[in-house]
């Protein structure tokens, strides 16, 4: 059986044939355009970007690494620059009739820069020829009219009560705004001593003469405040017309130029009528002691009538391409900011900032999923903006709170975009199964495959690949044996033979790495030694864990045999992964059996260590035992496992069928050799499957056989279904090769058994019974036995 099970030195590492690499350097092949091994993913991109129903928006699904963010980036661009629809520019601009709520405008791309330059000219325009307007000699003339006229009505309606007085010997004065009436004597005013001298009968024909004067005054100024009245609406008539004939002229060369777009026509009606009813607020003249200096007046004509351009588009060709990398509320929708003045905050049109979702308005946005959900408010935001088409500023908070600072509306802008959320597949089956509306709105799945099948032509496109790579870093170009090492290095990241790995991302870094080789050896190409040189250097650097176990092990602190024999005790393998370092070792596992009914205890399992599918390998070991052994007798017995020395969580299958081996070995005393270490996955037939990290587990173990010394009966026992996912390291190949060291590949527990105990297991004859003296013989005896003394 050791024969039969022993893998060869080739079946443990495919090698990459030079001869499919028909060049010298890397700097002879094309570049290498598109994306390696991402077919399916191509496809679904281009179906999501020229599918323009609502509802298509896309997720490009994949693990870190594969290229799946510069491919929906770089997917993106490459068609939007293709895109015929023009884009449009925004602009906010002051709602004149109410403030709160300013409106919005669209323009042709690149024409709303050129509308808000064109307003802010305009406005100095009107802060020149306004001023000029008011203070020119027409409208002093005119303006000195209007007052005359109504000083002459005035006038002659006084000299009429002052004619009437004169007759009757008194006289009219004016003072401090006010009129009065005194009695005259020798042309002269009568004090109060001169009045009381006079007869009696003659100071009360004064007094009722000056109350009918007064009387008579009031008959003639009757129509005082209706004088004032006209005058004052001649006065204001004449600022308009004033106003008027100073901005028209400025403002009609706009009106030409913007007829056509629509909303600016209405606006400039709008800027023109605001603006003549208040020139006199914005020159200053109604309070000459509190004129507004220069630069206040431009700031009140901006923040009134300027233009605020939150999306500005000349500059972009085809659709936008925007990437948001922090989808905070603000970032995504926008906001209304404050000025802080005394102590309370104002804010206005001019202060409304645009969002991610405003630039990428008529093209794509894309997201990080995991970034979008770690806000709060903005995925439920960013499906009703979605569902709605169309893009609203408001404060979330005030929703939670019930209260909201006094601030802007700005009116709501139509929305068509295209969201590319990016993310784990984790993610997307998440968001399928919480969220009812997330399959509508993201109907094309951008699925990134992890491997690509090893072929000649993968090979050769990957060798392209390298030298797109190593020119966008600036790196030397690599030989064929540095191409053939990175192939075989690929394979080995996805435990595959026959696969390539899709994660461009690590292909970079060890690039680089290999290049910091290269210069340090000063060689002018990246060969397979640099490659080589780089993969250890990175090893060294994340190997001190796995030093500390091994130091372990050799000190004794941790209890693992790699010689002689023992029973109930067997070497399992486990692999320990520490961020994205991952890395193998052998763990005893040890059972132990007597008479009774507990059946097998699972000790990690119990103590709340093992977690969900270890405790199911333990389970499963029941349902061979008695599936195999007890068909014609009941399956009685207590039997506990564990993991010797295990103090955290312990997961995973693959531990089943050492567990098995070493549960025969305790009930049948039989011993097991510890020069070997086991991994694999056992089912309730018996049969041996496939597990993960065989590469891994397999350098652990040979890595302590070899600090120890190698006798050449050490070696691994791998299941049949994992041969094809050897890629192990060059030491081990070597060892293999040399005998020191030994593979054994099994698809049955029966083969495991005869490998670990030196002894046929036993085939199962036509009575039911297995072959005389042999292991599952002793297993059914030993089973009988226990249930007979039960019973």
């Known amino acids: 059986m050791e024969k039969e099970t022993r893998l060869s030195p080739d ?7 030079t001869e499919l690499l028909p060049f010298k350097t890397t700097e002879t092949l094309e570049p290498y355009t598109g994306f390696f091994g991402q077919e399916r993913a191509v496809e679904a991109m281009e179906f999501g970007i020229g599918m323009k129903r609502p509802g298509y928006n896309m997720f490009v699904m994949g693990n870190p690494h594969t290229g799946r963010f510069s491919f929906a980036i770089d997917s993106l661009k490459a068609i939007a ?21 300013p409106v919005v405008i669209q323009l042709p791309a690149g024409k709303a820069w050129q509308f808000k330059r064109d307003i802010k000219h305009l406005i100095e325009g009107i802060l020149t020829e306004l001023p000029a307007a008011f203070e020119s000699p027409s409208y002093q003339r005119k303006k000195s009219k209007v007052d005359r006229d109504f000083n002459r009505m005035y006038d002659q309606a006084i000299e009429k009560v002052d004619s009437l007085a004169r007759d009757h010997s008194i006289a009219l004065y004016r003072d401090a705004g006010s009129i009065g009436f005194t009695p005259v004597a020798d042309g002269q005013g009568m004090d109060e001593a001169a009045f009381s001298q006079l007869s009696e009968e003659i100071r009360d024909e004064f007094t009722s003469n000056i109350a009918r004067l007064e009387d008579y005054l009031n008959e003639e100024l009757a129509s005082l405040p209706k004088w004032r009245r006209e005058a004052g609406d001649k006065m204001k008539g004449l600022d308009r017309d004033t106003a008027r004939q100073a901005i028209s002229p400025l403002i009609q060369p706009l009106r030409e130029k913007y007829h056509s777009n629509s909303g600016v026509p209405d606006y400039l009606v709008e800027l023109e009528t605001s603006i003549v009813k ?36 000349q500059k972009t060709k085809g659709a936008p391409v925007v990437f948001e990398t922090h989808p905070t509320y603000d970032n995504l929708f926008g906001r209304v900011e404050y000025n802080s003045e005394m102590g309370s905050l104002s804010t206005n049109f001019q202060l409304i900032r645009s969002g991610a979702l405003h ?27 979605l569902k709605s088409h169309e893009i609203r500023i408001e404060n979330p908070m005030s929703e939670m709170t019930g209260m909201g600072t006094i601030t802007l509306a700005p009116e709501s802008i139509p929305l068509s975009v295209k969201v590319v959320l990016i993310g784990t597949r984790e993610t997307y089956y998440l968001l399928q199964e919480l969220d009812h509306d997330f399959e509508k709105m993201f109907r094309v799945v951008v699925d990134f495959d992890e491997d690509v099948k090893r072929d000649p032509a993968a090979i050769r496109n990957y060798a392209r690949l390298m030298k797109t790579l190593a020119d966008e870093e600036g790196l030397a170009p690599l030989n064929r044996q540095a191409v053939a090492r990175l192939v075989e290095h690929s394979s080995r990241q996805t435990e595959d033979q026959e696969l390539l790995s899709a994660h461009v991302g690590e292909l970079v870094d060890l690039l680089c790495e290999a290049d910091y080789k290269r210069i340090k050896h000063k060689d002018e190409l990246i060969n397979d030694q640099h490659v080589e040189m780089a993969l250890q250097a990175k090893e060294r650097r994340t190997s001190r864990i796995s030093s500390k176990i091994l130091d372990s092990i050799l000190n004794q602190t941790v209890l693992i045999d790699t010689e002689g024999e023992a029973v109930g005790k067997c070497n399992g393998l486990t692999v320990l992964g520490v961020g994205d370092v991952s890395f193998g070792f052998p763990a005893r596992i040890t059972a132990t059996v007597h008479p009774g009914n507990r059946g097998i205890v699972d000790i990690e399992r119990e103590v709340a260590l093992g977690q969900p599918i270890h405790s199911k390998g333990v389970l499963i070991l029941s349902g061979y035992l008695g599936h195999k052994y007890t068909q014609d007798f009941p399956l009685t017995l207590s039997a506990s496992i564990a993991l010797e020395q295990s103090y955290g969580y312990v997961d995973g299958d693959s531990a089943s069928m050492a567990e098995i081996c070493t549960l025969i070995s305790a009930l049948i005393h039989i011993p097991i050799k510890q020069q070997y270490a086991i991994t694999g996955s ?8 496939a597990i993960g990290g065989v590469n891994e587990k397999i350098e652990g173990f ?21 041969v094809r996912n050897l890629m192990l390291k060059r030491e081990v190949v070597d060892a293999v090769a040399e005998g020191q060291f030994s593979i054994h590949a099994v698809a049955t527990v029966d083969q495991c058994l005869e490998l670990l105990m030196g002894r046929k297991a036993g085939q199962l004859k036509e009575d039911g019974t297995f072959t005389q003296r042999s292991v599952n013989a002793h297993v059914v005896k030993r089973l009988r036995e226990i249930a007979k003394a039960k019973a």
């Open 81 to 101: 620059k293709k895109e015929l629809k023009k884009t449009r520019d925004w602009c906010y601009l002051n709602n004149l009739s109410e403030s709160r709520k």
């Open 11 to 17: 079946q443990l590492y495919r090698h990459c044939n």
């Open 682 to 689: 056992i089912n309730q037939y018996g049969e041996v499957q």
């Open 359 to 385: 630039r990428a308005n008529g093209g794509y946005l894309v997201l990080e999923s995991e970034k979008l959900l770690e806000q709060p408010f903005v995925y439920g935001a960013l499906k009703r903006a």
């Open 702 to 722: 040979f890595n302590l056989c070899n600090t120890r010394g190698l006798t050449g009966s050490q070696g691994v026992i791998i299941p049949q279904a994992n």
């Open 278 to 313: 208040n020139a006199l607020d914005i020159i200053g003249d109604d309070k000459p002691n509190e004129a507004p200096t220069d630069s206040a007046r431009r700031q009140y004509m901006e923040n009134t009538y300027g233009v605020n351009l939150i999306v500005d588009n």
